[in-house]
């Protein structure tokens, strides 16, 4: 899995006038090439009397899977400039189609890449992107005479508390980067004397709100 990425904050549409030419971008997370062209399918579907409906996606902890459709404009002046925004914001796991309602004016080839490039990069920032951050779940389990310091050491601290659970013992839910597990349970033992419960859950993806950009 992925130690973290950038992509886009929730499934979403946006769309901007140029020339009297609409413009709708359309985004989805995405993680699989299928589930990316399911994507497509199904906007092309329901904007089926689109002039075009240009797509690009990227894939991958590597950026494995990159593909881009210019859907019926000059070669390169759509699917191309769409994806490369997805690749100078440097995001993954991410598919945007754009559908195009053609008002009348053409655009010329340069028009084309500027209209589409700006459509995707207006779409993100109107939208909101995300980092999502790979965490394991960790299960902190003590007495309630270590409620206070605990509670006020880990809300000071970069582990965000999910829950504490009043029960038998006290319980505080957190998340831990794979990589802080070690220093954060040596932690924890110091701060309790060895009176805590350190228990290990499983990973999973914490999401972070990524402050807008142009």
Request: with cysteine; net charge negative.
């Amino acid at each position: 899995m992925q130690p973290s990425y950038v992509t886009i904050k929730k499934q979403a549409s946006h769309e901007i006038t140029i020339q009297k030419s609409r413009f709708i971008s359309h985004f989805k997370h995405t993680t699989t090439e299928s589930e990316a062209q399911t994507f497509i399918t199904e906007i092309k579907k329901q904007y089926a009397n689109a002039n075009h409906n240009c797509s690009a996606y990227i894939i991958g902890e590597n950026n494995d899977q990159q593909k881009a459709n210019d859907d019926g404009e000059p070669s390169g002046t759509a699917g191309v400039p769409m994806l490369e925004v997805l690749k100078k914001k440097n995001l993954r796991n991410i598919t945007v189609v754009v559908t195009r309602f053609f008002g009348g004016i053409k655009l010329g080839a340069g028009g084309l890449i500027r209209a589409y490039s700006h459509s995707v990069s207006d779409g993100i920032v109107s939208i909101g992107l995300i980092k999502r951050q790979l965490v394991n779940e960790v299960i902190i389990s003590f007495d309630y005479g270590w409620l206070g310091k605990m509670e006020n050491e880990l809300r000071q601290s970069p582990y965000p508390v999910q829950s504490i659970d009043y029960a038998e013992a006290v319980q505080i839910t957190t998340y831990v980067e794979p990589v802080d597990l070690l220093s954060f349970e040596e932690w924890i033992t110091n701060l309790t004397n060895g009176q805590a419960l350190i228990i290990i859950g499983n990973e999973t993806y914490l999401e972070l709100d990524v402050p807008p950009t142009a």
